[in-house]
């Protein structure tokens, strides 16, 4: 049983440059969320997942795009990278809200110069 | 802006209890209190959750105050491997409303 599981681990990008970050789960989870984390700093939610075709917006959606077309993967795409956006971003799953507990995967490492 | 507040670090001793304390004063009643805890160069893992009672688990226990305003985890004997940062987190039962502060990191000394 992998849990989440995220790639790359690493990624350098330029300033300008698109990329997507993957995240897949196999806990046949519904609920599935994105966050950053900055140095020395909690998590924040970038967007989260209700189910497949269903996407919103968390606390810090500006510069990133999520699509949801199964259960079991939901990408993160950075349409157009800044040096801002240098953080580790974690994907994160659950059966729901307030009483379920979140499993997390390892992370990617994102350094845009 | 995270809805809980925690000590920005603690130490303990090896295989001594930990009392990692956390208050919510503006906690509602469709909250949950969750601890995460996030050992370093990884993503956050799951430690415990309660609404009301206390609860226990194979990692830790959680109380929790009467008036639901704070609560506590408390790891009964403290290994190397403890050492993290712990989040406290409230969770709605009905969105995804999980705001991360800045946690407690734990120093454990052999």
């Not at chain 1, 998590?43 to 189910?51: E, F």
């Not at chain 2, 956390?22 to 996030?38: A, E, F, L, V």
Request: aromatic fraction near 8%.
């Amino acid at each position: 049983n992998a849990g989440v599981t995220q790639t790359p681990k690493f990624q350098v990008l330029k300033t300008g440059q698109s990329m997507t970050l993957q995240c897949a789960q196999d806990m046949n989870h519904e609920y599935m969320s994105w966050y950053r984390q900055d140095p020395g700093m909690g998590l924040r939610l970038i967007h989260y997942s209700v189910g497949a075709g269903i996407t919103d917006q968390g606390e810090v959606p500006n510069g990133y795009n999520v699509s949801r077309s199964t259960t079991e993967d939901f990408p993160l795409r950075l349409l157009s990278a800044a040096p801002s956006q240098t953080s580790v971003y974690f994907c994160a799953s659950s059966q729901g809200w307030g009483n379920q507990p979140q499993h997390f995967g390892d992370g990617t490492r994102l350094s845009i110069l | 802006d995270a809805k809980t507040t925690q000590p920005n670090s603690m130490e303990s001793n090896e295989e001594e209890p930990v009392h990692l304390p956390c208050n919510h004063s503006t906690i509602s009643g469709t909250d949950y209190i969750h601890w995460y805890r996030q050992l370093p160069s990884q993503g956050p893992e799951y430690v415990i959750h309660g609404l009301t009672s206390n609860v226990n688990n194979r990692m830790a226990s959680l109380a929790i105050a009467e008036d639901r305003k704070s609560s506590t985890l408390i790891l009964h004997r403290a290994t190397l491997r403890d050492a993290a940062v712990y989040y406290c987190i409230l969770r709605d039962v009905n969105n995804n409303d999980m705001r991360f502060g800045a946690g407690t990191r734990l120093t454990v000394k052999p």
